[in-house]
Each structure stands twice: as C-alpha cells, then as structure tokens.
C-alpha cells in the first residue's frame, strides 16, 4: 500500500509519520512530499529511508491514501490532482470542510458517511474535533440547543515558526514573528483573520463544522477562540443547554463509556485535564469539570483537552485511513 504524506517535514506531517509506525499502518511505501526546497532530502520511517517527493512526482506514483497537511492552498491546488488518478485524500486543512459535496469526518461520529466515491476527505479543525466528540453522546440524549466555547490554544497550532516565536521571546532573541504580538506571557484572542460580523474564521469553523458533523444543523453555537503560549494541547471550557433535563451522574458515565474519551474529574484532589500534563502526546480526548450550569435550566459546563497535533490532526485523519481500509474502500 502506497501513501503519500503532503507535508511531511511539518509539525502534523512528523506526528502522521510517528504514528503510521505507531499504528501499524499497513504502509508498504510510503511517499513523503514537501515542498520544492525540501525535494530529495532523507526522512526515516520504520527502519528505511524515504527521499522526499515533489507533488507532481507523488501525484505520478498513484498512492492508495494521500494525508494532507500543507496548508488550504496547496490542498485546493493539487488534492484534485491526487484524486484523478484514483488517489484518496484525507485533507487537514480547512480547504474542504464545507464544501456540501466534501464528508467531514470525526470516524467515531460519522465515518458512516464516507463512500467509495469520496476521494476528497476533510479532517476537522483541531478545536472542533475534541469537542464534538465529547458532545456527541449527550447530544444523541439530550438534544443541544445551544454551545458557548472559550478555547484556550497552543501555539503549535500554529506551527514550527510559532514554536520558535516564544522560544526566542523566552531566550530575549528577536526572531521572526508567527503572530502580530508577544506569545510568551501573553494571549492573544485571535486566531486566523477577523471575518465582517467580527469572529475569527477558526471561531467560524467551530460554528459550522459542529453543524456539518453532528448532522443539526439547529445546534447553535458561538465561540470565542483564543491563542496561549502552552504546549501539549488544546483546552475549552465548554457551555451547553440541552433541550431536556439531564443528570449529572447519566452525564458522566456516558463520557466514561464514550471511545476515545477519558474523564478526569475529582475536584477534591485536584484532579483535571491539562494540555502538557495529560494530553501531550495522547490520542485521548480528556474532560473534566463537569458541572451543572446554576444559571439557567437544562446546562452543564465542561472542560475539554486535547493534543492538537494528534486527535485534533494526524490521529484523526490516519483513523479516516483506517475505516478506508477497514471497508476494503482501499486495496492494495
């Protein structure tokens, strides 16, 4: 089986490959590609040497699976490309996502959507991904009305030149900048450009991508995403009203049952999910401080954590590559 990484020497690109070994991905050959000035540099995958491909030397090869993660642009330019020659591709950027003809998958929500026909597959913003996950199963119970999410984001989620911005504010260097402002220290409510009716588009994609994945389009939900200088993950506080009355205790024991879900709630000892702590490297959704809302009927608050880099990008789109497999939609 043949697949192509698009972006290999990326922060998610390195964390696909680390965990297509992990995973025992049935990877026969794999392909990583890069852009044109990282072209026939070495990159080391189970014991082997890869040399890194060009696009059109990729698109040529005729992978099974292409896992993008390279940005909307090169994703609108070449996942067509990919596709013609019977290529699946699993995209990470947002290039797709609300495309009405594209799936956008969180497998262990709706993975039942994908065809054999769906050759172009979003993966989910990071933020949207952990968060539906934990909200699925009580949606499915209780119906939600309405979301309030305050997201609280590392700075890898911006990538290798952010990760390097706070490095050197923490070391008194001047760098070049990923961000408008200081990162280190500091937090900066904006992510992505600011949109006509005054959110961010990451806020957007959390409003729409909840919609498209849950199946209701008559979920409302407004956000507020903001950028931290932590890493290991993405953290939200999380307020939902439900449609009906629910118990807490039904509550917890369903996330408790949920895959992919760890609850991690004991106020009395201090217990709660953290980014660095609990989510670094884990592919684990973690929730805890769940509580009733006192203010109005039928809320609950929670706090949800992830690592962006893994659940929240190349664990999800290589559990999309999974079912393609699962299904025989793959064959090598």
């Given at each position: 089986?043949?697949?192509?990484?698009?972006?290999?020497?990326?922060?998610?690109?390195?964390?696909?490959?680390k965990?297509?070994?992990?995973?025992?991905?049935?990877?026969?050959e794999?392909?990583?590609?890069?852009s044109?000035?990282?072209?026939?540099?070495?990159?080391?995958f189970?014991?082997?040497?890869?040399k890194?491909h060009?696009?059109?030397?990729?698109?040529?090869?005729?992978?099974h699976?292409?896992l993008?993660?390279?940005?909307?642009?090169?994703s609108?330019?070449?996942?067509?490309?990919?596709?013609?020659?019977?290529?699946f591709?699993?995209?990470?950027?947002?290039?797709w996502?609300?495309?009405?003809?594209?799936?956008?998958?969180?497998p262990?929500?709706?993975?039942?959507?994908?065809?054999?026909?769906?050759?172009?597959?979003?993966?989910?913003?990071?933020?949207?991904i952990?968060m539906?996950?934990?909200?699925?199963?009580?949606?499915?119970?209780?119906?939600?009305?309405?979301?309030?999410?305050?997201?609280?984001?590392?700075i890898?989620g911006t990538?290798i030149k952010?990760?390097k911005?706070?490095?050197?504010?923490?070391?008194?260097i001047?760098?070049?900048?990923?961000?408008?402002?200081?990162?280190d220290?500091n937090?900066?409510?904006?992510?992505?450009?600011?949109?006509?009716?005054?959110?961010t588009?990451?806020?957007?994609k959390?409003v729409?991508?909840?919609?498209?994945?849950?199946r209701d389009?008559?979920?409302?939900?407004?956000a507020?995403?903001?950028?931290?200088?932590v890493?290991?993950?993405?953290?939200?506080s999380?307020?939902v009203?439900?449609?009906?009355?629910?118990?807490?205790?039904?509550v917890r024991?369903?996330?408790?049952?949920?895959?992919?879900?760890?609850?991690?709630?004991?106020?009395?000892k201090a217990?709660?999910?953290?980014?660095?702590?609990?989510?670094?490297d884990r592919?684990?959704?973690?929730?805890?401080?769940?509580?009733?809302d006192e203010?109005?009927?039928n809320?609950?608050?929670?706090?949800?954590?992830?690592?962006?880099?893994?659940?929240?990008?190349?664990?999800n789109?290589i559990?999309i590559?999974?079912?393609?497999?699962?299904?025989?939609?793959v064959?090598a």
């Amino acid at each position: 089986m043949k697949i192509a990484v698009v972006g290999a020497t990326g922060l998610v690109g390195t964390v696909m490959l680390k965990l297509l070994a992990e995973r025992n991905f049935p990877v026969t050959e794999l392909i990583p590609v890069a852009s044109e000035k990282s072209v026939g540099k070495e990159i080391n995958f189970r014991g082997k040497t890869y040399k890194v491909h060009s696009m059109q030397q990729a698109i040529e090869k005729k992978p099974h699976i292409a896992l993008f993660s390279a940005g909307g642009n090169t994703s609108l330019q070449f996942a067509e490309a990919f596709a013609s020659v019977g290529t699946f591709v699993i995209d990470n950027s947002s290039a797709w996502r609300m495309q009405p003809d594209k799936k956008l998958i969180v497998p262990e929500i709706n993975a039942d959507a994908i065809t054999v026909n769906d050759k172009i597959i979003a993966n989910p913003n990071c933020s949207t991904i952990q968060m539906v996950l934990a909200l699925n199963p009580l949606h499915k119970k209780y119906g939600i009305k309405r979301i309030v999410v305050s997201t609280y984001q590392s700075i890898t989620g911006t990538g290798i030149k952010a990760v390097k911005q706070m490095e050197n504010e923490r070391q008194g260097i001047k760098g070049e900048m990923a961000y408008a402002h200081q990162i280190d220290k500091n937090c900066i409510p904006q992510i992505d450009m600011f949109l006509d009716n005054g959110y961010t588009k990451e806020e957007m994609k959390m409003v729409n991508e909840t919609k498209k994945i849950m199946r209701d389009d008559n979920i409302h939900v407004t956000a507020t995403c903001v950028r931290i200088p932590v890493m290991g993950g993405h953290s939200e506080s999380v307020n939902v009203e439900f449609n009906q009355e629910f118990n807490i205790v039904d509550v917890r024991m369903m996330l408790e049952n949920t895959p992919g879900i760890i609850v991690k709630d004991d106020i009395g000892k201090a217990v709660y999910p953290m980014p660095l702590i609990d989510a670094h490297d884990r592919d684990e959704v973690f929730v805890g401080r769940i509580r009733r809302d006192e203010s109005q009927p039928n809320s609950l608050n929670m706090w949800i954590v992830a690592d962006n880099l893994r659940k929240g990008a190349a664990t999800n789109a290589i559990q999309i590559a999974e079912y393609l497999v699962v299904k025989n939609f793959v064959i090598a």
